[in-house]
Structures are given as structure tokens and as C-alpha cells.
């Protein structure tokens, strides 16, 4: 079966640190893979999303990159976080075109300070 | 108007109650929807698709209105268990765009 698997689960970092964020997909080849943000309160927002090795596309502009060096692997990097980076950061997979739905891993809560 | 919207609630109901949440959509062209289903400080989880002809899960009920642009989700017989926030979801021509809804607390007390 499939799994996803999302690293660390709670990070707290100072304003201009870097950020390097994990997820690897198990048990499934070529997946569409995705980074969501969530602010507290808030709805899901798509940061990035890749059908690809070397394939990324970007939702919203902001000091955020995302890579993807290997099938089953999604990292999102920030060179200099900011405040606003805070949040609930979501890695999902899904199918061809996510008619199956998502399936997300456990989450990283980051807090800027 | 957001493209996805819904009730953000509280819903506070007693156990047993039935609740039925909607959720109004934007574009015409949406292909596939869902809800998800997320615990306070967890991630999401698909909870069931949503087809034209409607479908069921147990004490769950799915519906699509194309022509009105809204799915509904309707819970019965509601356990303590099904305190959670509700998430539409709705995936957009090519699947890449998928919408979420910010979600619809439910509170079901004994």
C-alpha cells in the first residue's frame, strides 16, 4: 500500500534561518506530488506541485522553492524564512490528475520567531 | 465570490442528530469533488468522493448539484467521534488546481 512520509513534525525557527522540509512516497511510481500551507484558521493554499523528476510548478509567488530530486521525493527550501512563513505545511500525493483524490502525510508545524 | 465556500460553523449538535453541511463552487467546469475530513492539528483525510448520482458511505451521504454549483455532506446519527472540521474539496480542469474549502466545524456533544 502507500505511504507518505513528512519530516520533521514540528520545527520552530528564527526569522532568516533556512528551511529544508521532506516528504518521500512509498509504494506507488511517478506520483503528483503537492506542498499545501495551512495558516491557523485557515483554508489549504497550494504552494507547489510536481508531476515530475525536475518538474515544478509554483501556485503563489513568495521566498519559498521546492525540488523534486527523485520520484518519490519532495523537498520545500526557503533560503531566509519570514514570519508570514508560519504555518501548517502539508506534502500530499495523488494519481494522474488527483480524480482518486489526495492523500497527505502527517504535517510539519513551523513556527517563525 | 471564493471559489470554494462554506459555512465555517461551529455546527454544535447532540449525539444522534442528523447535520448536513454545504458547499457552493465557482467555476462550471469543476470535475471532481470531495470531503475531506481533519482533526484539530492533523492533516486531511479524504473522507469520500462525490458523485453525480449522489453516493453513501454508512452514515455519510454525498450530493452533487451541477446546475446550482453546490455538494452537500450529510451525517447521520452523529457519534462523538465525528467532531471534526469538514472540508469541501473541488478539482478543477487537468486535476492540478484542486480548491479547498476552509471547512465546517462539527461538534457533537453526548
Excluded at chain 2, 467555476?27 to 483525510?45: G, I, L, V
Excluded at chain 2, 469541501?88 to 480548491?99: A, D, H, Q, R, Y
Amino acid at each position: 500500500s502507500q505511504t507518505i512520509h513528512q519530516w520533521p513534525a514540528t520545527l520552530v525557527q528564527p526569522v532568516g534561518s533556512p528551511l529544508s522540509l521532506e516528504c518521500t512516497v512509498e509504494g506507488t511510481s511517478n506520483p503528483n506530488l503537492y506542498w499545501y500551507r495551512q495558516a491557523a484558521g485557515r483554508g489549504l493554499q497550494l504552494l507547489f506541485y510536481s508531476v515530475g523528476i525536475g518538474q515544478i510548478s509554483s501556485e503563489v509567488p513568495q521566498n519559498l522553492s521546492a525540488s523534486r530530486p527523485q520520484d518519490r521525493q519532495f523537498i520545500l527550501s526557503s533560503k531566509k524564512l519570514l514570519l508570514s512563513d508560519s504555518g501548517f505545511y502539508l506534502c500530499a500525493w495523488s494519481g494522474n490528475v488527483g480524480e482518486f483524490g489526495y492523500t497527505f502525510g502527517s504535517g510539519t508545524r513551523l513556527t517563525v520567531v | 465570490r471564493k471559489e470554494v465556500e462554506q459555512d465555517p460553523g461551529p455546527f454544535n449538535v447532540p449525539e444522534g442528530a442528523t447535520v448536513a453541511f454545504n458547499c457552493t463552487y465557482s467555476n462550471s467546469a469543476s470535475q471532481s469533488f470531495f470531503w475531506y475530513r481533519q482533526d484539530c492539528r492533523k492533516e486531511p483525510k479524504l473522507l469520500m468522493s462525490v458523485y453525480s448520482s449522489g453516493n453513501e458511505d454508512g452514515r455519510f451521504t454525498a450530493q452533487l448539484n451541477r446546475a446550482s454549483q453546490y455538494i452537500s455532506l450529510l451525517i447521520r446519527d452523529s457519534k462523538l467521534s465525528d467532531s471534526a472540521t469538514y472540508l469541501c474539496v473541488v478539482n478543477e480542469p487537468g486535476g492540478f488546481k484542486t480548491i479547498f474549502g476552509a471547512g465546517t466545524r462539527l461538534f457533537v456533544k453526548a
